[in-house]
């Protein structure tokens, strides 16, 4: 326990500071230390210093809880607890989650291990966990009222069941589960397999993150619950850009990214420079001939997509979700569009009247992420993220994939931007723009229309106002 505690290092003392019950001291003799994570930086792989070997995932912004065996069986302690989790620099939200962090840490075994789990309660209110995609007896499945009786606040109840299968799982409440979930309750859960499987490769980096979302208004500290669509703040395991750390990779590693979306919507996940293919589902491996080349996957709702590739282009590779509404921060919904509308002098009208007055840009919103709005205290800009040349001009769901020659294995460090080789980065054209040439052949439709319109249309976009479906 002492070594793993040293490992990593930010481990800290009994989360009692920011508990809402309060479970005594008695109670919790006995059973494993509850580990608390107090930082919301990635943590380094966590090796495994007993029981079966195998290699560790990395979780993108979090950390692996450590556990003890006793008398061969892996024993883990989950505190259900509210928390303040740092959704980027600046920005911190008041969750609930389990050991100091929303999500939850990551939970790894191995498969054929016989796991026993500790979960105290110390929310306001009742809970249970539920093991997403696993395979147990039924009365440990989670779902209070159902297959057990709800965790009272205080209290502290016990799972214990034979992790199966080999693959990767999630774990969230199953009581008030639209509260509890909204609120940040749900972690990572990978059985790894005992020996070498058929379906699943050995990779050199192993990433995994749960797909969130929340409904913080800005300024705002603790997120709305009754939320179903209108979210603003569309989070990597409660983190958006540019608080979302890089995913580093050393040139030629094969790379696994497994994703669970716990949000209510879908979302197609894509990755620069490189091709992918899915290679499980939370419902096992994914067999070889039925897999296939992607650059994006959707992931459904309470589904978990593990993607593989072969990192051998060098570079910073944008990977991110491909709506584009889920890679901004919070923003006002009620913007109408404004492109090609000069309104410079009606702004300046209503500034003298509503000083804080800002209308989107007639030219696009990028001037949004240059400018000094004026924002409340305790949010994120909706489009942000200083990169070697300029604004990225993105939040939400959105980090890079880090891929160098230099990177060391087993180093997960930022190695900071990437400098392109002369002459392959795109450059500004200085010269004469000769005229195409052009065949007469080629004309303007290939199939001219019968009859020509009377009049020339010309339409305008327009983005829809109110509120957004995302
Ligand atoms: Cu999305």
Not at 453 to 463: D, F, L, S
Request: overall charge neutral; some cysteine; aromatic content about 8%.
């Amino acid at each position: 326990m002492t070594s793993r505690r040293n490992f990593l290092g930010s481990i800290g003392a009994i989360t009692a500071a920011v508990s809402a019950a309060t479970v005594s001291r008695a109670a919790l003799a006995g059973l494993p230390e509850p580990a608390s994570q107090s930082t919301p930086d990635t943590m380094p792989p966590l090796h495994p210093q007993s029981g079966r070997p195998y290699n560790p995932v990395v979780t993108l912004n979090g950390w692996t809880l450590p556990w003890r065996m006793n008398n061969g069986v892996k024993e883990f302690h989950l505190v259900a607890e509210p928390v303040v989790r740092e959704m980027a620099p600046g920005f911190k939200a008041h969750l609930w989650g389990y050991n100091g962090q929303s999500p939850g840490p990551t939970i790894e075994v191995v498969e054929g291990d016989r796991v026993r789990i500790f979960v105290t309660n110390k929310l306001p209110e009742h809970t249970s966990v539920h093991w997403h995609g696993q395979r147990l007896p039924n009365g440990m499945d989670g779902v209070s009222g159902l297959t057990q009786k709800a965790i009272n606040p205080g209290k502290t109840f016990v799972y214990e069941f034979v992790a199966r299968r080999p693959g990767t799982f999630m774990y969230h409440p199953h009581a008030d589960e639209m509260t509890q979930m909204a609120m940040g309750m749900m972690g990572f859960w990978i059985t790894h397999p005992k020996a070498r499987h058929p379906l699943i490769e050995p990779v050199d980096r192993d990433f995994v993150f749960l797909i969130n979302a929340y409904d913080i208004d800005p300024g705002a500290y603790t997120p709305k619950v009754m939320t179903m669509l209108d979210f603003n703040l569309w989070s990597w395991n409660s983190r958006v850009f540019p608080g979302i750390d890089s995913l580093n990779v050393r040139k030629n590693d094969k790379v696994r990214i497994r994703m669970g979306n716990l949000t209510m919507t879908n979302h197609p996940i894509h990755l620069h420079g490189h091709e992918f293919q899915v290679t499980g589902t939370d419902g096992g491996p994914v067999p070889k001939s039925a897999r296939w080349p992607e650059v994006t996957t959707d992931i459904a709702v309470g589904q978990m997509r593990q993607v593989e590739f072969l990192a051998d282009e060098e570079g910073d590779w944008a990977f991110h979700c491909h709506k584009s509404h889920h890679t901004m921060n919070a923003m006002g919904h009620d913007v109408p569009t404004m492109i090609g509308v000069d309104y410079r002098g009606l702004t300046k009208q209503i500034t003298n009247l509503i000083p804080d007055y800002m209308a989107m840009s007639e030219r696009g919103m990028a001037d949004m992420a240059e400018m000094e709005m004026p924002l409340p205290d305790n949010t994120v800009p909706m489009m942000t993220g200083q990169g070697p040349f300029g604004s990225v001009e993105m939040g939400g769901m959105f980090s890079v994939v880090k891929v160098r020659k230099q990177q060391k294995p087993g180093d997960y460090k930022d190695p900071g931007w990437y400098k392109q080789p002369e002459g392959t980065v795109a450059f500004e054209f200085t010269g004469d723009l000769s005229e195409p040439a052009r065949f007469k052949a080629e004309g303007g439709q290939s199939m001219p229309l019968l009859k020509q319109p009377a009049k020339e249309v010309e339409v305008q976009i327009r983005k829809p106002i109110g509120p957004m479906q995302h």
